[in-house]
């Protein structure tokens, strides 16, 4: 049995990966898992300076899924490079850095900034409902997603992942737009934009009123939308919302996903990233499939 | 590896009961009751999956022999709702045990203040038990709908107060220093909000020590999503801003250290 695949020439063991921003950079979840087993880590968004979030309460449980607004606190790319790169490459594991900025100029510094460290792949955060500036005022245009994409593959030393949001009219027109100015590679869904009100209260659940919905809940849309962008485009997607189980993963592979990411679920299993490879696995053996890649785009038209 | 994995546990429910309005007492056995100290959370996770998220709750009461926790909630919504109707022999998804604890030995020998407000009470229980010290156990209530004020009169003095005034003094915690002249070297407290702000006021008038735990929205609980995090004075070890992990860093932290 095979189940390793290569996205944008980086091969990873196995399909599945953490979805940024549920994981941090590893170090937290390493005492529930094995890292050595991921095809890869996939770190939470780092910007050029420290970023301290949003106020609280930042999180929310809705049904079946969950709001968060955490506003992409992170240490900022120094400490980044100091404390977390060389903890994961203390594994066996492909390193994905996602990036996050206020501006062009920001996200260049960090791509920069990772040019000469030893990170597999760039994932480039230009979804995130979170933040006032940035982020996905950069994901929701396509002119605008073709212009940082470009920028960014002109100065990126590793392969570029453009992590792209459901918060779009057209998914494909925008998945189009990041492969005509050279992405690499494409990872969706990032959290679709919501809002929870405690009636009781009559107040908004989260400080920041809205917040990205992750988990379950959101799955068939996820599904929908790497199905549209995977059959768009002809560079990879990595396809993720709601994976709870090697089944769901498998949906995400048949629908046109080259490999998957594991989010919310980390939270409510924090071995959730192991499970669903296992259950992978459990799948190609009980349907004879030989080689994950004949999973890919496998949906019969 | 050089570290040991750890994982979700299947616990047991020994007991559960209605011990106030809402409130309940539940007790399992789970191995997690040998490392379980006072100030130190578990997540608990709802069989349901419409409720996705652990509910973190504090460890009322850890017996190590017979590996049995009892933890002291209050019914807040969907997740503690589906607890109490567990009963006797049914099991439980348990992750823990989390957060650092109170700092006992900032107590030993001292004249201490245990304040706990409301669902906050159920941790002074376990810090009872730990500290070896002179206790003054100040505890808050709604009204005559007392829980665990017995079993912490085992040990040492308590004093009540209700916001109704139909148990000992009328108000709440700070009243009950006021009203009976009290004093303290060092406070252990939890409690809401406003509790934790007039205790960290009262310590810094004082020029004492106050331990605090504070309560958040959590999703992971174990320092990775960064959602219950709490405004502190210093940088933080993690994100290197203001911002410390309440799940990780804490729950408890020195009342000077956070901005609340």
Redesign the interface.
Known sequence: MNTQVTIAGVTLQNPVMTASGTFGSGMEYSDFVDLNRLGAVVTKGVANVPWPGNPTPRVAETYGGMLNAIGLQNPGIDVFVERDVPFLKRYDTKIIVNVCGKTVEDYLEVVERLGDEPVDMLEINVSCPNVKEGAIAFGQKADCLYDITSQIKAKAKQPVIMKLSPNVTDIAEMARAAEAAGADALSMINTITGMKIDIYRRRFALANRTGGLSGPAIKPVAVRMVYQASHAVKIPVIGMGGIASGEDAVEFLMAGASAVAVGAMNFVNPRATIEVIEGIEEYMRRCHVENVTELIGAVEE | ?D?Q????VTATVVSQERIADQIYDLRIETELAREARAGQFVAV?PHS??????RPISVCEADAEACRLRLVYRIAGR?TAEFSSYKANDTVEV?GVLGNGFPTERAAGRKVFLMGGGIGIPPMLQLAKELEAEKQILLGYRNQDLFLQDDLGQYGQVYIATEDGSVGVAGNVMDIIRANELSADVIMACGPMPMLRAIKQYAEAQGIEAYISLE???????????????ATRDVDS??????ARIC?DGPVFEAREVNI
């Open positions: 590896m570290r994995i750890k994982k979700k996770y999956a419409a409720t996705l998220l652990p997740g992750l958040e929205r959590m999703a992971c609980g174990v320092g990775a999503c960064l959602g219950c995090v709490c993690h994100s290197h801003v203001h911002n990780t």
